[in-house]
RNA sequence: GGAGAGAUGGCCGAGUAUGGUUGAAGGCGCUCGACUCGAAAUCGAGUAGGCGGUUAAUCCCCGCCUCCAGGGUUCGAAUCCCUGUCUCUCCGCCA
């Protein structure tokens, strides 16, 4: 959420912001309402004060049993009065709310203006694509191939994509998500956190999934209850509503949860393979920061989420996102994106924020300065470290052998019992 | 699932049977000051958040709101009534 008082106070400033996302006209009623609900709260106000210096002299009077019948009535009539003043308050401030939830975050100075992804900028790259001197298989022939992956029986169980993984399919997927966990818990000095996967509307709200893009959302039948998109939203969530001390800050959180997307609007693309599914695993990163370091944090945040894949060996390259392709909540995004040789072409694999406060208002995180200060909104991050399944995807395609075989990245073997390939020696059962 | 108890400031905890000057006693913590060579102890002072008015303005000053949330009763609600949420205890069930 924006900040009111400077939507009020530079309005152009915001609308050529939002224009730069491709949003357009949704400043148009906020003045007038915000002009109203000064109006109506100032009048309301005055009312009210009248009832409480009147309703105090009842009391006095009554005391010494001599009652105005007369103030008595006034105070009552006022009464009424200020029900209607706050019900109309009431509409327009919900109409302000409902404006300000559905504004998206100011793009950073930084970020290229530009309507889609073809503005985005490479800003860096690591590793070198693989050149094949044989014709290399997507992961989604890799894998049934190796009985390591099952989309058609998963179709049997959930639908479209879903995927089941088997044998050392479903090992390579553990072992991952251990080796990222442990890579930034023991390395990069993240608290390890383990949260619920179902989260309440307000988590949901706060993070800026609703109430904008419900449809993308998996809803738990008759009750207020989502599946976690991403880990971001109860990662963000867990200090809502609370003052942090400012020497408890920053705080480093890392979690892997399964994460549940409907992807609606996104059929027909990604169909085959690992890569968009409703249900995917990912080790989430989130940063909650002091105001003045967030673009510092967002930049260590973005290599210790490069840094996994290049202890994977897997080329990359980062792409500073461009105004019209970043996220709701976000000022500022780095994409990593991965070599795949499917695609030929660059994937994304991790998605790295600065969100500023924009996620701190709609949570209400603020921090007590230690010099005194008035209190602060504090800023979040965000940032994938990474996408499991996505790297299961990469893994067997970037490290593939002419006989279907795929080498085990040697930091994984600790995590596979110290296996050095899928496929040939293990023995498969269909 | 059944029965009961509870939710008050950064924290603990009074106030709720008898509604009124209680944004809220007391304690802890924290900040500043005194004492001290310094520290501890002690003593003194201060210490909620939001919104709005005013202002060049962050400061002052003034007002309104907030004692889990939302309604209601009343001239007036932390206190009374209703609904909801959450927490705790006991019983049952369960990985």
């Avoid at 924006?2 to 224009?19: F, G, H, S, W, Y």
């Avoid at 909650?288 to 994977?312: C, G, H, N, R, Y």
């Avoid at 949570?363 to 007590?368: A, G, K, M």
């Avoid at 995590?415 to 390939?421: I, S, T």
Wanted: with cysteine; proline share 4%; hydrophobic share 35%.
């Amino acid at each position: 959420m924006l900040d009111a008082k400077m939507v009020r106070a530079q309005p152009e400033m915001i609308e050529t912001a939002l224009r730069n996302r491709n949003q357009i006209g949704l400043l148009e009623n906020f003045l007038t309402l915000d002009n109203q609900r000064r109006t109506l709260l100032v009048e309301a106000e005055e009312i009210k004060k009248f009832r409480n210096e009147a309703s105090q002299e009842v009391g006095r009077q009554m005391k010494q049993g001599l009652t105005s019948d007369d103030l008595v009535d006034r105070v009552r009539q006022a009464g009424q009065k200020i029900k209607e003043l706050d019900q109309k308050l009431n509409e327009v401030e919900s109409a302000i709310e409902n404006i300000m939830l559905n504004l998206p975050n100011i793009p950073d100075a930084s970020v290229p203006v530009g309507a889609n992804e073809e503005s985005n900028r490479v800003v860096r790259r690591w590793g070198e694509p693989r050149q094949f001197e044989f014709e290399p298989q997507a992961h989604w022939d890799i894998g049934p191939d190796q009985g390591i992956l099952d989309f058609e029986r998963a179709a049997k169980l959930s639908g479209a994509r879903y995927t089941v993984y088997k044998g050392l399919g479903a090992r390579l997927e553990r072992a991952i998500i251990n080796f990222y966990l442990d890579t930034h818990v023991y390395q990069h000095g993240y608290e390890e956190i383990f949260p619920p996967f179902l989260v309440n509307r307000e988590c949901m709200v706060g993070t800026g999934q609703l109430p904008k893009f419900a449809e993308d959302m998996f809803k738990i039948e008759g009750r207020e209850l989502y599946l976690v998109p991403t880990a971001e939203v109860p990662l963000t969530n867990l200090y809502r509503e609370e003052i942090l001390e400012e020497k408890n800050l920053p705080r480093y959180m890392v979690a892997y949860t399964a994460c549940f997307r409907a992807e609606a609007g996104s059929h027909g693309r990604d169909t085959r393979g690992v890569i968009r599914q409703h249900q995917f695993n990912k080790v989430e990163l989130v940063k909650i920061v002091l105001p003045d370091q967030s673009f510092e944090e967002l930049e260590t945040m973005t290599q210790d989420a490069e840094k996994v894949l290049q202890l994977l060996g897997l080329p990359y390259r980062v792409v500073l996102l461009s105004t019209g392709d970043m996220g709701f909540s976000s000022a500022k995004t780095y994409d990593i994106e991965v070599w795949m040789p499917s695609y030929n072409d660059y994937k994304e694999i991790s998605s790295c924020s600065n969100c500023l406060d924009f996620q701190a208002r709609r949570t209400n995180i603020r921090y007590r300065p230690a010099s005194k200060e008035k209190i602060r909104f504090v800023h979040t991050l965000n940032g994938s470290g990474v996408a499991v399944g996505r790297t299961v995807a990469a893994i067997l395609e970037n490290y593939q052998q002419e006989d279907g075989s795929v080498v085990i990245p040697t930091v994984l073997r600790p995590y596979m019992g110290g296996l050095e390939q899928i496929g040939q020696v293990q023995s498969r059962v269909d």
